[in-house]
């Protein structure tokens, strides 16, 4: 596989989806706004998560990639692992990463080997992660988890107007959590998932302990 060609295809169909207006409004809190669609690549939907963070973009981006890379290992509570599994170059990596079981237990642990891009777009005042799922003879499945696939999607942080300090993050993902999953439990599980996850990255953005790394 070409790395960095494929990541040229990632970033443009992430770059396509966080573009796109046909998204249905989902039941979330005031703070952070929940839309869904129907995924064109599995069987399932893609879930689009927004809010404001009071943080600049590139320190964001820092807390959402894979150690060491990134931070988030470190402060994200749905993540069990997170690490580089080879570094391609400064804005090009294959990760892996490790959830912990969500709820109650009824969707155990699961792993995930991802291509991961950075991308800038500065006439948007724009800093993205982009990824998706591949398969790499040294990653195979482990014991104790369930491998999962992650499609197309992005994180997008663009800088607020007037604000610096500030940045309006989008979330897109659509996951297939693979496994027998009842459909009601993986649409209440992943949006819930969005909301904690932007619950938590705003506590660590404001966590002085954090901002030593």
Excluded at 19 to 48: A, L, M, N, Q
Aim: overall charge negative.
């Amino acid at each position: 596989m070409d790395y960095k060609e494929e990541a040229d295809s990632i970033a443009r169909r992430a770059y396509d989806l966080y573009k796109s207006t046909d998204w249905k409004v989902s039941k979330s809190p005031k703070d952070v706004k929940v839309f869904y669609k129907k995924s064109t690549e599995f069987d399932g939907h893609i879930y689009r998560a927004e809010c404001v963070i009071d943080s600049p973009p590139e320190k964001v981006i820092r807390y959402i990639l894979p150690c060491p890379r990134g931070l988030r290992g470190k402060w994200d509570k749905a993540v069990k692992e997170s690490e580089v599994i080879e570094k391609i170059d400064e804005d090009l990596i294959v990760g892996r990463s490790a959830t912990h079981s969500v709820a109650m237990g009824l969707i155990s642990s699961r792993d995930f080997v991802d291509l991961i891009t950075v991308r800038k777009y500065p006439e948007e005042r724009t800093i993205s992660t982009n990824s998706r799922s591949i398969q790499r003879k040294d990653c195979p499945p482990r014991d104790g988890f369930v491998r999962g696939i992650n499609y197309h999607g992005g994180t997008f942080c663009t800088a607020v107007e007037g604000d610096p300090n500030s940045c309006h993050v989008v979330n897109i993902v659509q996951t297939d959590l693979s496994g027998m999953l009842p459909t009601s439990v993986v649409e209440s599980a992943l949006p819930a998932s969005l909301i904690d996850f932007f619950h938590d990255l705003d506590t660590a953005l404001k966590d002085h302990n954090m901002n030593g790394f």
